[in-house]
C-alpha cells in the first residue's frame, strides 16, 4: 500500500499537481552523491565487466554530477532520481543475468529470470556504502563466470592483446550469468555444441557429464531450449525422408536386401508393412516417396536403447547409439543432427528418479531385438538447453577453448 501510495504522489508532483513534500528516504540516489559517482565510475568500467557502456543512459547521472545546481525543484530531483535508477537497474541486471540470452535457434522452454533480486540488493548496498561490492557479489557468484572474468581481465592487460578471444570471453561471461541464474531454479541438461559435452546441473553442481556425439557441419545440430517430455525405450527409428532419398535408394537400388540385412521395414500409409520388392524404387525421389522406412527395435537400431524426446521443429532427439567406439574420437561431429549420448542409461535413471523399474529392466550385456517399446513420462519437469559457446569447463573446472566446428 505504501509502494501505491509513494506512486501516486510521484505521479501528481510530475503533473504538478501534488505539493507535499516527498520524503528524502525516497532519494536514493541523489541524497548520496558519492554513490552517483561509483556508479557512473562502474558503467565507465562497463568493458572490464563483459558488459557494454553505450547500452546504458548516464544522461542524468552526468547531468547530476557535472550540473548539479540545474536540479533546483522536487520535480526535477524525481526526473534525476527515477532515471539513475534505472540505470542503475539495468546495469546490475545485467551483472546478474547476462546482458542478452544466448542465441537460440528455438526457445521452446522460457525462463523467468528471479535468481535475484536486484533493485533489493541495490538499495541495501547504498545503504552500506558498499555499492562497488555489489559487482563482485555477480561476478563471484558463479564458478565459471568468476574463472572468466579472470581471464578477461588478464588477457586486456596483456601487451599482446588477442581481440577474437576477448569476444568470446565477454560473450562466455554473460552466457554463464544467464545459464547460473536459470539452473540456480531448477535441475537442467546442459549439451554444449563446441565441446561436444552434456552435463546435468542441479544447482552449481554438475551431477552427470558424459561425452556426445554431434551433427557434422554439413547437417549441424541446432540450439535450442525445450523441456525434455519422455523416456522411450527400445524406440523404433523412423527414418527422416532426406536420409532415405540421398543415402539409402541408391542402396536398395543396388540390392534390395539392403533392407532387410538392416532390420528396415517400409510402411505404407496407414503404417503398415509392405513387400518393398514391389515398389519402383528407380521413380522415388524426395517429393515422390509416400512411404516411411522403420528400423526395428534394439540394440542394433541406430537409436539404440533409450530416447529422449523434447518438443522441437527439427526432429531431433537425444539417443543411445550402437556405435559405442565413436565416442573414443576427439572430433565427435557425425551426425545427421541428433545427438547420441555415451551414458544413456544414467540420464535415464535422472530422469525417471521416481520409476526406475523399467530402465532396470535393460541388460546392457545382451543384444536384444525386437523388444516391445516402453514410453515413460519424465518425473519432474527438465529443460534442455543446447547451446553454442566456445568456452567450457572440464570436470576439474579448467577452462577451455574449443573450435568454432559451424563458423557460427
Not at 537460440?104 to 535468481?115: E, H, Q, S, V
Not at 564458478?143 to 570471453?169: F, G, P, R, Y
Not at 528400423?295 to 556405435?323: R, V, W
Not at 559457446?389 to 573450435?403: A, E, G, M, P
Request: glycine share 2%; charged share 20%; with cysteine.
Amino acid at each position: 500500500m505504501r509502494c501505491f501510495l509513494v506512486a501516486c504522489l510521484i505521479l501528481l508532483q510530475l503533473m504538478g499537481i501534488a505539493q507535499i513534500p516527498l520524503k528524502p528516504a525516497i532519494f536514493q540516489w541523489i541524497e548520496k552523491s558519492n554513490n552517483v559517482k561509483i556508479l557512473d565510475s562502474l558503467i565507465g568500467q562497463s568493458y572490464a565487466l563483459a558488459l557494454n557502456p553505450s547500452d546504458y543512459n548516464t544522461v542524468a547521472i552526468k547531468k547530476f554530477i557535472h550540473k548539479p545546481q540545474s536540479i533546483q525543484n522536487y520535480k526535477d530531483s524525481l526526473i534525476t532520481e527515477l532515471s539513475i535508477q534505472k540505470t542503475a537497474t539495468h546495469f546490475f541486471n545485467d551483472l546478474a543475468y547476462g546482458n542478452r540470452p544466448p542465441s537460440l535457434d528455438y526457445r521452446g522452454a522460457k525462463f523467468d529470470l528471479i535468481a535475484y533480486n536486484v533493485p533489493s540488493l541495490i538499495k541495501t548496498y547504498l545503504q552500506k556504502n558498499q555499492l562497488a561490492q555489489l559487482v563482485q557479489v555477480f561476478n563471484q557468484n558463479s564458478i565459471e563466470v568468476k574463472k572468466i572474468m579472470d581471464s578477461l581481465h588478464a588477457l586486456q592487460k596483456s601487451s599482446k592483446k588477442n581481440q577474437a578471444t576477448i569476444n568470446l570471453l565477454i560473450k562466455a561471461a554473460n552466457d554463464y550469468r544467464w545459464l547460473n541464474a536459470v539452473r540456480s531454479q531448477q535441475r537442467i541438461v546442459l549439451v554444449n555444441i563446441p565441446s561436444a559435452q552434456l552435463k546435468v546441473y542441479e544447482g552449481q553442481a554438475v551431477t552427470l557429464q558424459m561425452k556426445i556425439i554431434l551433427g557434422k557441419a554439413s547437417t549441424p545440430t541446432k540450439t535450442l531450449s525445450a523441456y525434455i517430455n519422455q523416456v522411450t525405450i527400445n524406440p523404433y527409428w523412423t527414418v527422416p525422408k532426406s536420409i532415405i532419398v540421398n543415402e539409402m535408394i541408391p542402396k536398395i537400388q543396388k540390392d534390395i536386401q539392403y533392407l532387410s540385412n538392416n532390420r528396415l521395414s517400409v510402411l505404407n500409409e496407414n503404417y503398415k508393412a509392405i513387400d518393398p520388392r514391389k515398389i519402383n524404387w528407380d521413380s522415388i525421389d524426395l517429393e515422390n516417396f509416400p512411404y516411411t522406412i522403420r528400423q526395428a527395435t534394439g540394440c542394433e537400431n541406430a537409436l539404440g536403447i533409450l530416447k529422449l524426446e523434447f518438443d522441437n521443429p527439427f526432429s531431433m532427439y537425444l539417443h543411445d547409439t550402437p556405435e559405442k567406439q565413436l565416442f573414443k574420437n576427439k572430433n565427435r561431429f557425425l551426425s545427421h543432427g541428433c545427438m547420441r549420448m555415451e551414458n544413456p542409461v544414467a540420464i535415464g535413471r535422472f530422469l525417471l528418479a521416481n520409476n526406475l523399474k523399467a530402465i532396470d529392466t535393460i541388460d546392457l550385456t545382451k543384444c536384444a531385438l525386437n523388444l516391445k517399446p516402453l514410453f515413460l513420462p519424465v518425473t519432474t519437469k527438465t529443460p534442455l538447453i543446447v547451446w553454442y559457446s566456445q568456452v567450457d569447463f572440464d570436470s576439474n573446472n579448467n577452462l577451455l577453448f574449443y573450435k568454432n566446428i559451424y563458423n557460427r
